[in-house]
């Protein structure tokens, strides 16, 4: 691998309190890699790309609103990528071209899993039909074998297009059963048995104000008085959400979004550096810099 000074990148908008930078330096400089990791805050994704095409680009995490808009200005896309269609990582191949991949399901999963084994099998429910429950839906259906995966989502058009992407998820041709629950009349039609175990939020941290945004949050707090589960959160700005809060009120164990960030770096360094690197990644010191840098940030401890 060369030893030349190379560069990579968090790519999104309002990025610039991110705490990337810290957990992905100290990773860098464990493995004696000659890379500086910076923001790459930009307006359109062809400025994305055109700092990907610099000859001293060495990886790329791709975060909102680019993760499907990117797509179609890389070289290739890989399996998961593909799959999930939306790519949050992008790596060189051997030959230099630019490859899309997705390792946000890997973070979910892990979050999960380590949480507690026992909604293997189980009803799940995601919140949020947009591009990050893609990632949450694949977890839970390929790898937690959860059914139903229930959506709350306000949108019932959204909803739609996420089970037309969501026909590609299994490996046995089985596809996740997505039960779309508009109204909370619906959630307490919901026998107790069939309440999920694993719930993953995949929106932003924003006051309910509409009236269906109220219904919504009604929803998600009655299934939190019921059988208790494992709730993550992926939005992490604030790190205590609304609903992180409603979850720990009624005794959920509940998961930071941040730590979707640790579970990932393995195999992001894996597309980037390769396995042999990755192999030698200081996992333990790389989730310490995540836990001071999320400690220290302002921004998201309000």
């Known amino acids: 691998m060369s030893l030349e000074k190379k560069y ?7 990025i610039k309190h991110s705490i990337a930078p810290t957990v992905h330096q100290t990773v860098a400089s464990s493995l004696g890699l000659p890379w500086e990791f910076l923001l790459l805050d930009v307006p359109t994704v062809t400025d994305v790309i055109a700092t990907f095409q610099r000859p001293d680009f060495a990886g790329g995490v791709v975060t909102m609103p680019y993760k499907q ?9 890989d ?8 790519c949050n990582n992008v790596y060189l191949s ?6 899309g991949s997705n390792t946000d399901w890997i973070g979910i999963l892990e979050c999960l899993r380590t949480a507690s084994s026992e909604g293997k099998g189980k009803p799940a429910l ?10 949450a839906v694949y977890a839970l259906h390929e790898h937690l074998q959860c059914e139903p995966i229930y ?25 996740p059963t997505l039960v779309h629950i508009e109204n909370l009349e619906a959630t307490r039609k919901i026998p107790e048995s069939d309440r999920p ?66 579970w990932q770096i393995g195999q992001q360094y894996e597309n980037w550096a390769g396995k042999e690197k990755a192999a030698s990644i200081p996992h333990e010191k790389a989730w310490e810099a995540l836990r001071v840098a999320a400690d220290n940030n302002p921004f998201i401890n309000k």
């Open 94 to 99: 051997p030959t230099g071209e630019l490859v």
């Open 79 to 86: 399996h998961f990528a593909t799959t999930l269609n939306a």
């Open 197 to 262: 175990f694993y719930v993953v939020g995949t929106v932003p941290d924003l006051e309910p104000k509409t009236e269906m945004e109220v219904e919504a949050a009604s929803m998600l707090r009655y299934f939190f008085k019921g059988e208790k589960g494992v709730f993550l959160d992926m939005c992490f700005n604030p790190r205590n959400t609304r609903s992180l809060k409603a979850a720990k009120e009624q005794g959920w164990m509940t998961v930071e979004g941040i730590n979707i960030v640790g």
């Open 151 to 175: 959506v709350i989502n306000r949108l019932a058009s959204e909803v739609e297009a996420l089970k037309a992407d969501a026909e590609k998820y299994s490996s046995t041709g089985t596809a």
């Open 69 to 77: 808009a990117i797509m179609a200005h890389l070289d290739k896309l």
């Open 126 to 135: 995601v919140i949020g039909a947009g591009g990050a429950s893609r990632a």
């Open 8 to 14: 990579y990148y968090l790519a999104g908008q309002g």
